[in-house]
């Protein structure tokens, strides 16, 4: 996709359904992949923090999640066309997961609301695959990635919150291929 640059963040400059049918593609490549939905909350942190700076230029896709990041494109006289939300991504994923027996791994959320979107999942989405699901509140990273790892999921979704969850994502990706995205509080909306 061309970017849209705002404050140094590179924003894909596309839609909805263009950028969902991307993930599907590099989805179904087996491409590592990391997606981030960045708001003007995350563009106020990365100017303060460098080193979350360095983590969003890892990113592949960096969307607009957020009105005041299309006003500020707009502003800048190189509009974007619409929000790209990390909500509204992971449900059109995981309707098309469904359609493709895609497997899913869910990671964060505590335990309780990680239980009913575990259910909410397979009632809604019956053909995925829930190859794992830990909640957001484990110390030990690296056996967590190890589980990741085993379940061989083809999405996986990080609920832990910004910034931990790019960090995270930045930090372990390369060792599991797949969609990796932050998803932030949408295993709350989800469960709710
Ligand atoms: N969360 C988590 N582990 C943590 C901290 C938070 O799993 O160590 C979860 C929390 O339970 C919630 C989600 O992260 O489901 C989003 O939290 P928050 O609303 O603070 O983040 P934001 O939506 O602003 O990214």
Redesign the pocket.
Known sequence: FKTVSILDVPFINTTNAAFVTQLQTDILAHQNRFVVTANPEILMYAREHPDYQQVLTQADYITPDGIGVIQGAQILGTPLPERITGYDTLLSLLTWGAQHQQRIFLL???PA?LKQVVEKVKDTYPGLVIAGAL???FQDADAVVNQIAAAKPDMIFV????P?QEFFIAKYRHRVAGLWMGV??S??VLAG
């Open positions: 964060g959320a505590k609301v909640d957001g509140y609920a832990t919150g910004f931990k932030g509080g295993f709350d």
